[in-house]
């Protein structure tokens, strides 16, 4: 077979899809098609043909758009796929429909809903448009039951057609469990990903600021990413008032789970968030949003602690929780979580039922 995989951005397939993409090469060739942002090169040594393609993931200009699609049609008609696998809005719709009008079989990747679906006058358009996208899909693949459930009540997949996945799992191997550190310099907990207000950091640095006044020096706040222009104050502001240690953007998130004691993450929406799956597998507790996408890597008070979306007052709360527990109680916490990621989400036990999907 000939797969096309059609995607917006090489850095993240790399990280995530690594493994589902070799094992599809076990059956023909793979041919990758993403503007080249990281790991092209990387690709290219393991024997799949890449294809730059110009493409702005946030950016809605009709014009743009209109170029996309152009170029999907010629690529589509000049590798002439057995099949198509797409990921992301713009691949999902624009990909799709063509593959629809043109006959190719495609299996779709809806990895959240975003921000399209937050407000009424672009969830109106983004249903359209994926109703549009995905209606002759083979398969339409979900990382949590909810995102599933919603495309099926708005009418724009059927229920037969969905397979809802845990995420894209989690490399055990990659991110192996690591023993749990001293707490001789404190408790750390880690924030790890883009400094944007999404992901809920304006209730982690107010909850950071609450519990670091309540325990001082007993807990760090381990901050690690790249923020956005709008957060560049903000995070100097709590550099300076003691509040957190900021690390900038690492390429390699690994050191720093295993430092930390604890993860935390506020988001307002996720497919399923890889970092939680990291930062588990390595062993250590999770604080979340009780939110689709994140909810599912914890089990309450168990392996962690859910606190209610976009508040800070039980964001703290939780973390409360969390230092107020004995060393070993933290530690248990980050073994259970570590058992969890192995029984439910093994990249491997995820890339097999895809594969079976796409194949069958």
Not at 73 to 90: A, F, G, H
Request: charged letters at 30%; hydrophobic letters at 40%; aromatic letters at 12%.
């Amino acid at each position: 077979m000939k797969f096309l995989v059609i995607t917006n951005h090489s850095y993240m397939l790399w990280q995530f899809r690594t493994e589902l993409l070799l094992k599809l090469k076990t059956f023909g060739e793979v041919v990758i098609s993403m503007p080249f942002l990281g790991h092209e090169d990387d690709f290219k040594e393991l024997g799949f043909r890449c294809i730059n393609t110009k493409l702005d993931r946030r950016g809605i200009n009709p014009f743009e758009d209109l170029g996309l699609y152009r170029f999907y049609k010629k690529l589509l008609k000049s590798e002439k796929p057995d099949m198509v696998i797409t990921y992301s809005i713009k691949p999902n719709v624009y990909a799709g429909f063509l593959c629809r009008r043109m006959k190719i079989p495609y299996c779709v990747n809806v990895q959240g809903l975003g921000t399209a679906f937050q407000s009424q006058p672009m969830a109106f358009l983004a249903t359209q448009m994926y109703k549009a996208g995905i209606k002759k899909s083979k398969v339409v693949f979900f990382e949590n039951e909810y995102n599933a459930s919603e495309f099926v009540k708005r009418g724009i997949v059927k229920k037969e057609k969905e397979v809802v996945l845990n995420g894209a799992g989690v490399n055990l191997d990659s991110y192996e469990f690591k023993p749990y550190p001293s707490e001789d310099g404190g408790v750390h907990i880690l924030y790890l990903g883009r400094i944007m207000k999404e992901k809920g950091v304006d209730e982690t640095f107010s909850a950071m600021r609450i519990i670091k006044e309540k325990y001082k020096d007993k807990v760090v706040f381990d901050v690690v990413g790249f923020f956005e222009d709008e957060y560049k104050e903000v995070v100097e502001k709590l550099v300076d008032d003691g509040v957190i240690v900021f690390h900038g953007f690492q390429s390699n998130p690994r050191p720093y789970y295993a430092a930390a004691h604890g993860f935390v993450l506020a988001s307002y929406h996720e497919g399923m968030s890889n970092v939680l799956l990291e930062a588990a597998s390595t062993g250590r507790a999770l604080i979340t949003t009780d939110i689709p996408g994140c909810r599912e890597a914890v089990d309450e008070e168990i392996t962690g602690y859910l606190c209610k979306k976009m508040d800070v007052e039980t964001l703290a709360e939780c973390m409360d929780k969390f230092l107020s527990k004995t060393y070993e109680e933290r530690k248990k916490m980050g073994e259970l979580g570590r058992k969890k990621m192995e029984n439910e989400f093994d990249k491997y036990m995820v890339v097999d039922k895809t594969v079976k999907e796409i194949i069958k």
